[in-house]
């Protein structure tokens, strides 16, 4: 299957950058689409991390402030998981363990890569570079952030029963936080069994 853009040109360029494409694709049942026009939100790639301490079987997460939650009935601030963009020629478990210690004051000790998906690529290029990481949460908490970057986040240390129940209730509610706590409770078991037998 072969595509074609026909002209790109940027709308907008700002914390994001908005532009818009005129493209063509060959089609399943043959031949070739007419010229569409489609916008594309371009920011890079992300890498998230969910850190954990097996001692304590507790999860660090974190809440802030989403413009995209406005509109939320529960309001826009959500609970998610530690993430940040990608910086050019940055390897994705530098900005993982970077990202740890810059919003949660969060040593990371090892990581584990979980996966990468595309986010919402009906409308953007970005990609998220997930990874599952050990810490220790004993002295843990407080808000962090960068002040030049408007950040304001509060770390929340909770066991993963917990996480695994704001999980069912929606409490949390953005794909993030949801896959990795998906994948986290599918290994969880495993993954204890093998900190225990490295002891």
Do not use: N
């Not at 409308?123 to 960068?146: C, K, N, P, R, W």
């Amino acid at each position: 299957m072969k595509w074609s853009v026909v002209s790109r040109k940027t709308l907008v360029k700002g914390f994001f950058q908005l532009s818009e494409l005129r493209i063509t694709h060959q089609l399943f049942a043959g031949g070739e689409s007419s010229v569409l026009r489609r916008e594309l939100i371009e920011k890079g790639d992300a890498v998230a991390v969910l850190p954990y301490d097996p001692v304590r079987d507790e999860l660090v997460l974190v809440e802030q402030f989403r413009i995209g939650a406005l509109e939320d009935p529960s309001g826009p601030w959500l609970i998610e998981i530690i993430a940040g963009y990608q910086e050019p020629h940055e390897e994705p478990q530098s900005v993982a363990v970077r990202e740890a210690l810059e919003e949660a004051g969060c040593h990371i000790t090892q990581l584990r890569f979980i996966q990468r998906y595309y986010s919402t690529p009906g409308g953007s290029s970005e990609q998220i570079h997930l990874y599952f990481g050990f810490t220790d949460t004993s002295a843990l908490g407080g808000v962090h952030g960068l002040d030049e970057e408007g950040e304001d986040i509060r770390v929340r240390v909770v066991s993963s029963t917990t996480a695994f129940e704001w999980l069912e209730q929606g409490k949390i509610d953005s794909a993030m936080p949801t896959i990795a706590l998906q994948w986290f409770r599918l290994h969880r078991d495993e993954i204890r069994q093998q900190w225990s037998r490295s002891m």
